[in-house]
């Protein structure tokens, strides 16, 4: 069974030696190879999108630890290894760490042309690219700065994303994963299966507890700007922010107390901005609203919309009109296969056999010396 969603580990700032690289390099070519010859394209995109299967991965090839290194370098090793090789292999990757993805949507044309793909199917796959982007730094605002973005495309049009984001001050880092067979709604709960080891103060508006959030925030800018501003003014006017510890769950977690028309409102410190003062969120509001997108993911697709601008219409929705949003982090607590001690579930032995299975069987199939099958079978153990 595959887990799919988010993943949560520490951030590395080493750089992969050489030797590690082209290790990954040469064995990440043999994997895709087999997962391709035995399996097709798109269960190789599947495995992919899999938050355990990837860490599975690249713990096999080469990592002996849970750091953010491993998405970039493992995405970057199997980008490196089947270069040459995507149209034989039917898979192809775009994008990377850093400024290199940025070159997404270029890269996204380029094999779409080579895939002989349909240009409405290209441009539908730029566009997912763009929307997992915009939904995990914009509706899921969680502490982590969106710097890698990788977009993994089969001949057949089945995709993945795995991007990852960092949290400086926490020292942690977080991975997001996509599937398209998955996603029934790009801006409802897209991710699932999710996983993780920590939870932040989130503001989550892809939850479905955060869907009156977005029809009001969706009105807001399909009616009059003017009015929109008025009820910004409002909110600067007539509430009194003040700083709160109250306990979520297990967890306490610092809200804002707003009281506006005699009503107590509370909120995250991060959603709690004096918005009314900002001439370029203003510049945004009035384009929309000139816009007046049809709908939620087309207000988030619009040029120039980005978190502040999903901030300020979920606050306008929440203390205004009384559409709450979540701010419950979509991580959640999960494991592969279940533990030992009967935490958080009994061990799931026929997954677990399965798992183990699968790698084994891969691995014996991969064209490459003797000591090297060797030593990814000991790791597998």
């Not at 951030?11 to 035995?38: H, N, Q, T």
């Not at 096999?60 to 149209?87: M, P």
């Not at 009109?321 to 979509?330: I, L, M, N, Q, V």
């Amino acid at each position: 069974m595959f887990k799919r969603g988010i993943a949560t580990f520490t951030l590395d700032y080493g750089k992969c030696p050489k030797w590690l690289f082209e290790r990954m390099v040469k064995l990440g070519r043999e994997m895709a190879r087999v997962i391709a010859s035995e399996y097709g394209p798109d269960e190789f995109v599947r495995r992919i999108a899999d938050p355990v299967w990837f860490q599975a991965l690249g713990t096999v090839l080469a990592f002996d630890w849970n750091a953010s290194g491993l998405t970039t370098i493992l995405t970057a090793a199997l980008k490196e290894a089947i270069r040459g090789e995507e149209r034989a292999l039917g898979i192809y990757i775009c994008g990377g760490k850093g400024k290199t993805s940025l070159k997404t949507p270029e890269q996204i044309n380029l094999f779409g042309a080579r895939a002989e793909l349909a240009q409405e199917k290209i441009n539908s796959l730029e566009y997912n690219s763009r929307m997992a982007a915009k939904v995990d730094s914009s509706l899921i605002q969680d502490g982590f700065q969106i710097y890698h973005h990788c977009f993994f495309f089969s001949r057949n049009g089945v995709w993945a994303v795995v991007q990852q984001g960092m949290n400086e001050k926490a020292v942690t880092a977080r991975r997001y994963h996509w599937y398209s067979d998955e996603v029934k709604n790009l801006v409802i709960e897209p991710h699932s299966g999710i996983i993780s080891d920590a939870k932040n103060n989130s503001l989550n508006m892809t939850a479905k507890s955060s869907l009156e959030n977005q029809k009001i925030s969706t009105e807001l800018v399909q009616g009059s700007y003017n009015t929109l501003m008025k009820d910004l003014k409002l909110l600067r006017k007539y509430s009194t922010p003040q700083s709160e510890v109250v306990s979520v769950g297990n967890k306490s977690q610092e809200l804002t107390k707003m009281r506006l028309h005699d009503r107590d409102f509370k909120v995250l410190p991060v959603v709690s901005e004096d918005f009314a003062k900002s001439k370029y969120l203003q510049k945004i509001l009035y384009e929309v609203s000139e816009i007046k997108p049809k709908n939620y993911e087309q207000l988030l697709s619009l040029k120039g919309v980005g978190p502040k601008t999903i901030r300020a219409l979920a606050l306008t929705a929440e203390v205004i009109y009384g559409a709450k949003a979540s701010y419950e982090d979509p991580a959640r607590y999960s494991f592969a296969h279940g533990g030992k001690d009967f935490i958080p579930y009994p061990v799931d032995r026929p997954t677990y056999d399965q798992t183990i299975r699968t790698m084994r069987e891969l691995a014996s199939k991969m064209k490459i010396g003797y000591s090297e099958k060797n030593k990814i079978l000991s790791r597998i153990k």
